[in-house]
Each structure stands twice: as C-alpha cells, then as structure tokens.
C-alpha cells in the first residue's frame, strides 16, 4: 500500500482523455495546496493509519480524540481556525471525511462547531476572550442545543436561564425531563458546552439564547467529574460514529457569570435590562439561527467526500471484477454490463455536479456572513443543498455497496461503516424533511414578492419570461413541443435548463395556488392548510436545488480549462439526462414528453455511459481520495483476488 495522496492518479491517466492532476485541481478549487498537506499528513502519520475495525468502543473513542486533537494541531488548520476564510475550513472537514467520519464529526464539535457560535453568535470582546483558547486547544467544547422534547422546533426549547440580578448570574435548569439536552457529541470529554436555553430576565421569556457553560475541569476528566449541579448520562454504543461520545446532559441551578451569554444580538445589563441589538423578536431570532447556517454548508461537503470515497471503491472493483461473457471469450468486467454502468455513473455524474456546487453555496454563504446581513434566500439555500447532499450520499453508499458484492459487506472494505456513519446526516444540522419546508417557505415568500413587485429576481429571476415575457403556463408547453425533436433538443444545454425551470416554476406555482384554495376559499388553517400541501412542498424544494445544481454545472463547464470541458461535458451530459429521466412522468403529464421522448433519454444516458466507462477510473481518481483513506483491499491497485 501507498502513502502518497496522489498515488493513483498516474494509474489511470494514460487510458483517459483529460490529466488527472488538471482534474483534481479544478475540483480542490483553490484550496488545493491545503488539502494535499492535509491529505499527506492523514496518509504518513500513524494515529491516522491505525486500523479502528475490531476496537472496543473506548478505544475507539481514545483513537477518535487523538486524531481530532492532531488535526487541530496542524499548523494549517492553526492558521484556518485564526482566518476568517471559511472554505479552508470546509476544503480541511471534507479530507477529514475521507478517512474517518468519527474524527471529522469529533472535530466539528470540538473546534469548528464551538468556535462557530462564539464567532456567529458572540460579540468582537468575547471572540478576543474565547476564540485564542479554543484555536490553541486549551479548551474543548460541544453544542447542546437539541433536546429530548425539542430538535428541529428550536424555539420551544425548554431549558431556562433565569437571571440573578444580586449575583449577576444566570442560573441554568432543567424544568422536565423532555427538556434535558440529547445526543450531545464530545459530552464526555467537552470542557464547556454552548447551551441554547430560554432567557429569562425579569420575569419575561426572550425566547433561546445562547450561554457558554463550564462542564468539567479538563477534557481527560470522566462524565462523572463534572461540575456541580451538571448530570450527563453516556449514550455509549451507536448506530454509527462510534468514536465519537455522545451524552444526555442535565442541568440543576448551574449558575454562570453575565458576561457568558453570547451577546452580538442581545444582552443583560448588570440590574436585569435586556437590551436587544435587534429590536423584533423573529427578527433576532432568525438572525441568531442563521449565524448556525455554516454548519450546514459543512455537512454537505463531508457527505460529498462519503459519495466519493464509496464511489472510488466500486467503480475500482467493477473495474477489475470479471464475471461471465461471450462464448469462448474470457469473461468481462463488471464495469462492462450496461446494468452496471446505470448504477454507478449517473451517481459519478452527480457527484461531480453537487461537487462543483457546493463551493458556489460556500460562496454565497460567505458574502452573508461578510455583509453581516439578513439573506433567507441563502439560509435555505444552505439548507436544501444539506439535505439533497446528505441524502444522496446515503443512496450512493448503498448502491456501491451493492455493486461490490459479498466483498463490499466487508467491514474492512469500508462500505457498510460508511453507511452506518453518514446515517445520521440526514439528522444532524436539522431533519432534511424540515429543512426542505424552510427551502419552500423562503421560495413561497420570494414568490409572492415577485409578484406584488410584477419582477421577480434573485433564484426566481427565470420566472419573469412567464408573466412578463412571451411564454405563459399555458402557452410554454405548446412552443416547445413546435421545436422539440427528443434526440436532438435532449443534447442541447439550453434546453435541459428550460425544462427544469419550466418545471420549477409549475411546481411552485400550483403550490401557491392550493394553498390560498385552502386558506381563503376552504377557510383552513394556515398550518393545517400547510400541513396537507407537505408532500408537494417536497417536490418544489427539490427542484429547486436540482435546478439550482444544473445550473452551476453549467457555468463551470463553461469556466473550466479546455482542456477538461470534453471529459466534463460528458458527465453533465449524463447528469442532465438522468435528471429529466427520473422526471419524464411529470413532464408526460404536462405534455412536454411523449413515449419516444422517454425512449429517447434512455438511449442517450446508455451511450453516454459507455463514454463514461472509458474514462470511470480516471474520473474517481480525480477525487483525490488517499490510498491509505480507503483502506480497502478490493479498492486497492495493487489487490489481487
């Protein structure tokens, strides 16, 4: 086995048509130079190298610390974790992601997710007091927010902070039970935990704010050496992420100083005046949540690199499996079946596009939190994108697992841990199914702006050319049909936009109409008029980042070296076909498609595999992945059956 990080991109780029190393660089962005530091440093040192398969949970979690603890003392990630640049910090989680989830989320914890609140949600005097003890690692911490009653309905928390106006303190409690913190990560080793809880302050409920809370005196202490009045209670073994410890943490009167609310958006005076920065209360409230957006943005990346990890490992082995074949011919590839191809490359071809445009929403989301301003249209972006990405990689591991065979539910070969791991991403950060209704409730506002403004902008822009334009709902179906011809328009980039947008704005459309049917004429419940719309506020939402993600594979195309455009058009190609084939039954419905159309994608996505076939080794060795991260013989070069 190689330690090298970029071992195997000479192994496959004579038989491509693109260079390797040109790829990986387009795909690292320009982070590439940290993320070969910190690939090589993951690939040469031996608390990485160690094989956690077979350990009990304690060693597990000791080897996960360990590793969390030497990354954060990596010069580089030093310097990230001082810097305010934000995609260095996601460019570092998704190598982290490569090797070990455990380690990834134990460091997002410990440092990044820590260090986030007190800098999203902190003042300029408490990041001076807080951030160089935690960048040093002095301390570690962990962020309690959910609670056995209450996760994604952030609001009802019920974990009070009531103000002491004698000892100007805060006094933490648990009321309930429900109200206990739950699935805490780093709660056995944390020193100080970022508690949301209800402020209290003469009487009145200000709704969750948060509060730095001492735990334990240092990280090597048990959870039974905790601080007075601080309960916690290990969850021990899990479905996954079994390095990581995670407890239930309960509080009784744990009193801490004034100065420990996290206050950039509001704060106590010493008699007990609560002095708000921001005067509306669902205006402060949603600025504090999205100062927490980030960590979404996060997750996406880290579920991208599971997507390519479990991709490198199948596509490898099919490479190199040989099953049946032609009489008296030896037997083929695996990679050769077209049933096989179906499986896998659509997935390469989506990976490749949610890769590109997870930079773009990093992007977007580092303008907000430069500007310092309100943007709801990028919070759901965010958002949305964490829920398709978290969702796809789940989807992705499954069927790669599936295509490696009896070899693949080896747990040395890294698949099922794979899967077991990233399950809870579809949890973590917000439950996807919620985060999709916060995507189409932003969506339902811009829509209604739009048209009180008669302009639509922003995401909605597209929309104009069907209230202000020359196509109309009813007329667009008809004017495409004129010109559509299925294996000719299906090759054309403008019009795999068309459709998708077409089919955007119906969606979104027909959703405003059902729910003011519901509301004004059925005299519903807004919520409960909500509540039964629920399934196609899925479908919009969906679309909506789809769309979103055709997009930006479109502008990167048109932005990449020439020298790549051939090999990248191929994958977007295959992306935009597999797209409109999985909605052929909406757009047959609308009559944009008839039975030849369907046939027709079919045909297309089938030889646009085999275009794939010739250059699938190449294209997963662009993805940069470490030998020593795969750790598994059947992904391996050199392995041999």
């Known amino acids: 086995m190689t330690s090298s990080p970029t071992s195997s991109s000479t192994s496959s780029s004579s038989s491509s048509s693109f260079d390797v190393n040109v790829m990986r660089l387009f795909l690292d962005g320009k982070c590439h130079a940290i993320k070969d530091e910190i690939r090589a440093f993951i690939a040469s040192d031996p608390v990485w190298r160690q094989d956690l ?113 004698i000892t100007q303190e805060f006094v933490i409690n648990t009321p309930r039970p429900s109200a206990r913190k739950a699935y805490i990560g780093n709660a056995i080793h944390g020193q100080y935990a970022t508690v949301f809880a209800k402020l209290i302050v003469q009487g009145k409920d200000r709704g969750p704010h948060a509060f730095l809370v001492p735990i334990r005196p240092s990280s090597s202490s048990s959870s039974s050496s905790t601080f007075p009045g601080i309960h916690i209670e290990d969850l021990g073994h899990k479905g996954g992420l079994l390095g990581v410890d995670n407890g239930i943490i309960t509080f009784s009167n744990v009193r801490v100083p ?61 490479a190199r499996r040989v099953q ?85 539910y080896m747990s040395e070969n890294r698949l099922t841990g794979l899967r077991a791991d990233a399950d809870i991403f579809t949890t973590f950060e917000g439950d ?12 339902l506002t811009q829509y209604q702006e739009g048209l009180a403004a008669h302009k639509f902008s922003g995401a909605l822009t597209f929309l104009n050319q069907y209230f202000l334009g020359k196509n109309s709902w009813f007329s667009f179906p008809f004017q495409f049909a004129a010109t559509f011809r299925p294996r000719r328009s299906f090759l054309d980039h403008k019009v795999h936009l068309e459709l998708m947008r077409y089919r955007q704005a119906r969606l979104l459309h027909t959703l405003a109409l059902r729910l003011v049917y519901k509301i004004k004429i059925q005299r ?77 994608l079919q045909r297309l996505i089938a030889s646009t595999c085999l275009q794939v076939k010739e250059r699938a080794l190449a294209y997963v060795d662009a993805f940069g992945v470490p030998e020593s991260c795969l750790g598994a013989l059947l992904a391996q070069h050199n392995a041999k059956y």
């Open 524 to 600: 519903k419940d807004a919520f409960l008029a909500w509540n039964e719309c629920l399934d196609h506020i899925g479908a919009v939402s969906t679309g909506h980042i789809e769309t979103i993600v055709l997009e930006r594979f479109q502008d990167a195309l048109q932005n990449a070296p020439p020298s790549l455009k051939p090999a990248l058009s191929i994958l977007y190609r295959l992306y935009a076909l597999d797209r409109l084939y999985q909605q052929r039954a909406w757009y047959l419905e609308h009559k944009l498609f008839s039975r030849d159309a369907g046939v027709a």
């Open 432 to 443: 996807n199914v919620v985060l999709l209704q916060q995507v189409g409730k932003d969506l």
């Open 324 to 408: 049946f074949g032609p009489t008296k011919k030896p037997e083929m590839p695996i990679i050769s079946y077209t049933s096989h191809q179906l499986r896998l490359f659509p997935l390469l071809a989506t990976c490749y596009a949610l890769d590109i445009t997870r930079k773009y929403v990093a992007t977007k989301w580092a303008e907000v939190m430069q500007s310092d301003a309100i943007d709801r249209s990028v919070q759901s972006l965010c958002s949305g994108f964490k829920s398709y990405c978290t969702w796809f990689s789940l989807r992705t591991v499954q069927v790669s697992r599936e295509c490696c065979g009896g070899a693949g």
């Open 258 to 318: 004034r100065e420990n609310l996290l206050n950039r958006f509001a704060s106590v005076d010493p008699a007990g005046n609560y002095i708000p920065k921001i005067e509306s209360d669902n205006t402060r409230f949603n600025t504090m949540l999205m100062a927490l957006t980030g960590s979404r943005v996060a997750l996406s990346g880290v579920s991208i690199s599971v997507s390519k990890v479990a991709l490198t490992i199948a596509i490898r082995h099919a």
């Open 53 to 165: 398969h077979g350990l009990p949970l304690s060693e597990q979690r000791l080897l996960t610390l360990q590793r969390a603890q030497k990354i954060i003392q990596h010069p580089r990630v030093q310097e990230q974790m001082k810097d305010t640049d934000l995609e260095t910090g996601y460019s570092i989680g998704e190598v982290i992601g490569f090797a070990d989830l455990s380690a990834n989320i134990k460091c997002g914890v410990m440092s990044w997710l820590f260090t986030g609140a007190v800098k999203g949600l902190g003042s300029p005097e408490q990041e001076s007091l807080w951030l160089p003890r935690i960048t040093s690692g002095q301390i570690s911490g962990m962020f309690a927010m959910t609670e056995l009653g209450h996760g994604s309905n952030v609001r009802n928390l019920e974990t009070e902070a009531i103000y002491d106006s």
